[in-house]
């Protein structure tokens, strides 16, 4: 698959059988990944959106976010590691505003390392700008975060 491949990649409501995937690809990505439990409690949870993309039945991706009175808090979003760099953190975002929009939402916070120079570029694409740090917020390396905003219209 290509960039060019991206229509064919579809985003979805996230289920608890897509969770074998989805924690295959949260434990390569993150020093701290999310238990499955974790998952359980945001899909049941009527303030979070989680969303898988799939290519060929495949799990390739997920986002989740939190969607609370005139806010979106993205919380988590991963593509499988032969798959990065394809546009699909993008669609999912894509996602993420459409919903957004839909829901009324003015406005769509973060956090990200201070170091995932990926990740911050792929955000400032879409609009997001620091607006402050959180010092040693991520525990098991005691790395800044970035807190970055955009105001969605």
């Keep these: 698959m290509n960039e060019t491949d991206i229509k064919d990649i579809i985003v979805r409501k996230m289920r608890p059988g897509d969770l074998k995937e989805v924690l295959a690809i949260e434990k390569v990505s993150f020093p701290t990944p999310w238990s499955e439990n974790m998952f359980l409690e945001?899909?049941?949870?009527?303030?979070?959106?989680?969303?898988?993309?799939?290519?060929d039945g495949e799990i390739v991706g997920y986002i989740s976010f939190l969607t609370v009175l005139d806010e979106i808090h993205l919380r988590n979003i991963a593509v499988?590691?032969?798959?990065?760099?394809?546009?699909?953190?993008?669609?999912?975002?894509?996602?993420?505003?459409?919903?957004?929009?839909?829901?009324?939402?003015?406005?769509?916070?973060?956090?990200?390392?201070?170091?995932?120079?990926?990740?911050?570029?792929?955000?400032?694409?879409?609009?997001?700008?620091?607006?402050?740090?959180?010092?040693?917020?991520?525990?098991?390396?005691?790395?800044?975060?970035?807190?970055?905003?955009?105001?969605?219209?």
Excluded: H
Aim: charged letters at 30%; one cysteine or more.
């Design 42 to 55: 945001e899909l049941y949870s009527p303030i979070c959106n989680d969303f898988v993309a799939t290519s």
């Design 80 to 153: 499988r590691e032969d798959r990065k760099r394809r546009k699909i953190a993008s669609k999912l975002l894509g996602e993420m505003f459409k919903i957004s929009s839909e829901k009324g939402t003015n406005w769509c916070t973060l956090e990200v390392r201070k170091s995932n120079y990926a990740a911050i570029t792929m955000y400032k694409k879409f609009g997001f700008v620091i607006s402050g740090i959180r010092p040693r917020y991520y525990s098991e390396t005691r790395e800044d975060a970035l807190i970055m905003q955009a105001t969605l219209e």
